[in-house]
């Protein structure tokens, strides 16, 4: 039996379907757009981040499919980010909407990853080893794609097959920090000790495992082998940077002025690299995503002649259309020339419209993988 959820899950299935020898079934559920063709195993489609009924309805469905299977049987499971929201089945007593509701409000807070994904394990009916519980007694072997800076495997899509370390103390603590309000019902399921999600010695997890097959260090190693066969000097600053998209920037925008002007950690020709997930606190009206928000902070700070790029790695940055953007050394030149002032842009966190203005906006379209953002800058020889 193969389930899923995730914005690779339809790929990941196709993968499956290709190189399994035997008997499968079973359905995966992805972002719209995002699906790929398979034959045996069912692809359906819904939204994301802001989880819709198509999400809930396949929740349901997936439930159904693993119900009553025995200890002989094999339950592949396939994990990728976005399957959060993909798979979307509210706890007993709390509606879709309040679900909707609270996934707004934290995708506008700045909370991290893992604190969205500590709140939706406790809010769920599916997440947060509940799934894996469904299964039982059946061995379940989940394939995880992280999105998850760390790679923490309970975290990627919030962990459905895989028991949860956090508590519903934690959840609470969530919405406190950020101010998020919430309905009664759910302030009442988060204070109930029902919706505690279960712990990493619970027995009934004995035969589950999971694997993670690929990382956002990963394709940093990659792009950093490219660089070197090309006579570029890389420097990687991690696959796991957090924290607030135009703060990053900044740091980033330190290194290269060191490596400018002094020829240190690395001399140039080099390029920086980083990975990870950084998030937004949203104070203005405008469009774009993490990896806009981080080019155009950078831009605001950054007076070098260098070239930069950030992208989400699943070809979708936040909600936009776009997988992010790029600028170069003439990006000061060129957008006074069009009027364009980056600062008051990055006021109204409107890095969509600044880099449209200038034509470098990156559309890819999904590429159905997710290992998370993939930000490089490089600097030419002296």
Excluded at 9 to 22: D, K, L, Q, R, T
Excluded at 331 to 345: F, M
Aim: hydrophobic share 45%.
């Amino acid at each position: 039996m193969v389930i899923g959820a995730g914005k690779a899950a339809a790929a990941m299935a196709a993968a499956v379907e290709a190189h399994w020898p035997g008997e499968l079934s079973g359905m995966v559920v992805t972002r719209y757009g995002h699906g790929a063709p398979t034959r045996k195993i069912r692809v359906v489609e819904a939204a994301h981040p802001v989880p819709d009924a198509a999400g809930q309805q396949a929740a349901e469905q997936m439930l159904t499919l693993v119900h009553g299977l025995t200890p002989d049987d094999l339950v592949l499971c396939l994990i990728s980010g976005g399957g959060s929201s993909l798979l979307v089945l509210p706890a007993t007593g709390i509606t879709l909407a309040d679900k909707q509701g609270i996934n707004r409000a934290l995708l506008k807070s700045g909370a991290n990853i893992s604190e969205m994904n500590c709140l939706r394990k406790h809010l769920s009916g599916i997440k947060g080893g509940r799934l894996a519980l469904a299964c039982a007694p059946a061995r379940v072997v989940t394939l995880g794609i992280s999105d998850i800076p760390g790679d923490d495997a309970s975290v990627i899509a919030s962990g459905p097959t895989v028991a949860d370390p956090t508590t519903r103390e934690q959840a609470l603590a969530i919405l406190d920090k950020y101010r998020i309000e919430v309905p009664a019902q759910v302030l009442a399921h988060l204070e109930s000790p029902a919706c505690e999600t279960p712990k990493p010695d619970d027995a009934r997890l004995a035969r589950c495992e999971i694997t993670v097959i690929a990382t956002a260090q990963q394709a940093l190693q990659a792009a950093a082998n490219y660089a070197r066969l090309h006579g570029v000097t890389p420097l990687l600053l991690g696959d796991s940077l957090e924290g607030e998209a135009r703060d990053v920037a900044y740091a980033h925008a330190a290194i290269a002025r060191q490596i400018f002007h002094h020829d240190e950690p690395v001399r140039r020709p080099c390029v920086i690299l980083s990975g990870g997930e950084t998030t937004v606190t949203v104070r203005g009206g405008g469009r774009g995503g993490r990896n806009a928000e981080f080019l155009l902070a950078l831009a605001t700070a950054l007076d070098l002649p260098a070239w930069a790029l950030a992208c989400d790695t699943d070809g979708i940055d936040g909600t936009e259309d776009n997988a992010g953007a790029w600028f170069g050394p003439d990006v000061h030149a060129r957008s006074a020339a069009l009027g364009l002032n980056p600062v008051e842009y990055l006021k109204r966190n409107d890095g969509y419209s600044f880099f449209s203005a200038l034509g470098t906006l990156i559309h890819t379209g999904p590429t159905r993988t997710n290992v998370n953002d993939f930000r490089a800058i490089f600097l030419p020889a002296a």
